[in-house]
T-cell receptor, first 113, second 113 residues
Framework: GQQVMQIPQYQHVQEGEDFTTYCNSS?????IQWYKQRPGGHPVFLIQ?????EVKKQKRLTFQFGEAKKNSSLHITATQTTDVGTYFC?????????????FGEGTQLTVNP | NAGVTQTPKFRILKIGQSMTLQCTQD?????MYWYRQDPGMGLKLIYY???????DKGEVPNGYNVSRSTTEDFPLRLELAAPSQTSVYFC????????????FGSGTRLTVV
């Protein structure tokens, strides 16, 4: 079955440093989605990328979907303590969004003030 | 617009007891899901539903049952609770199985002692 891997599993940074998490799927994805879960909270949908090579930005967050639609990255510039949490990627296998999402295991980010 | 509402937020069960975790959504989503999340881990799919009257097993269905009599409600039943079922349970819903993002409830934190 489809597998979605995320690296690193944990990342600890000083406030102001940049942070990147990578997501790799064993199969082609019709789209890639990113979620954020604050400590003690629930996953919250951040963004969806659909096109090969697509790049989207949300303030200090930059999301990229790979050319082969099998990998993605999330980059945070100048981290803040509000960025603390676990970031999950997820995607449905295949050409359409007709399949359920497979979630990665997440990257847990901690930020030292 | 409440989104996905889960009750209760916290519960302690004794081994062998049963309980129902409630989940309701007001977004008219056909697709609904139950996940469990163990401490520091990712999301594991327990059961899902593609519409009223239709449910199917996910990765970890043993020890659980679901029903979907209406579009809005998707309760999860735990029979004969075991310590291994200590976890945080999230209900989610979506318009499409693989696109547009999942909306998660705030979760039920269950401890079995």
């Amino acid at each position: 079955g489809q597998q979605v891997m995320q690296i690193p599993q944990y990342q600890h940074v000083q406030e102001g440093e940049d942070f990147t998490t990578y997501c790799n799927s064993s199969t082609t994805l019709s789209n890639i989605q990113w979620y954020k879960q604050r400590p003690g909270g629930h996953p919250v949908f951040l963004i969806q990328l659909v096109k090969s090579g697509e790049v989207k930005k949300q303030k200090r967050l930059t999301f990229q979907f790979g050319e082969a639609k099998k990998n993605s990255s999330l980059h945070i510039t100048a981290t803040q303590t509000t960025d603390v949490g676990t970031y999950f990627c997820a995607g449905p296998p295949g050409e359409t969004s007709g399949s359920r999402l497979t979630f990665g295991e997440g990257t847990q980010l901690t930020v030292n003030p | 617009n409440a989104g996905v509402t889960q009750t209760p937020k916290f519960r302690i069960l004794k081994i062998g007891q049963s309980m129902t975790l409630q989940c309701t959504q007001d977004m008219n989503h056909n697709y609904m899901y139950w996940y469990r999340q163990d401490p520091g881990m990712g999301l594991k799919l327990i059961y899902y539903s593609v519409g009223a009257g239709i449910t199917d097993k996910g990765e970890v269905p043993n020890g659980y049952n679901v029903s979907r009599s209406t579009t809005e409600d998707f309760p999860l039943r735990l029979e004969l609770a075991a310590p291994s079922q200590t976890s945080v349970y999230f209900c989610a819903s979506s318009y499409s199985p693989g696109g547009g993002g999942y909306t998660f409830g705030s979760g039920t934190r269950l401890t079995v002692v």
